[in-house]
Nanobody, 119 residues
């Protein structure tokens, strides 16, 4: 059983910054990709950023240059540093992790953390 615990969401003014964290725990053999998705009200969930075990990253065009994804493999943790936040970044942010356990490989979702950008 793999559990993901997210933290770091909240209310911030436009132009501000937040840092999200997502820690995976359980009997984990390896983690390949780790990523962040977001879902705004009435919208579909979309990829924000992802990072492979080798450090290769991928970003949505809307966040390039403002968000940075990173990971600490020793801690099975992925981070999302969000700078220059805009009201349109308001959404519930979910982490997603591709994990290999004794049962095989699967992807897991965090519980979601609310990010609200408003003055």
């Amino acid at each position: 059983q793999v559990q993901l615990v997210e933290s770091g969401g909240g209310l911030v003014q436009p132009g501000g910054s937040l840092r999200l964290s997502c820690a995976a725990s359980g009997i984990i053999f390896s983690i390949y990709a780790m990523g962040w998705y977001r879902q705004a009200p009435g919208e579909q969930r979309e990829l924000v950023a992802a990072i492979t075990s080798g450090g290769r990253t991928n970003y949505a065009d809307s966040v390039k240059g403002r968000f940075t994804i990173s990971r600490d493999n020793a801690k099975n943790t992925v981070y999302l540093q969000m700078n220059s936040l805009k009201p349109e970044d308001t959404a519930v942010y979910y982490c997603n992790v591709d994990v290999t356990t004794v049962a095989g490989s699967d992807d897991y979702w965090g519980q979601g953390t609310q990010v609200t950008v408003s003055s």
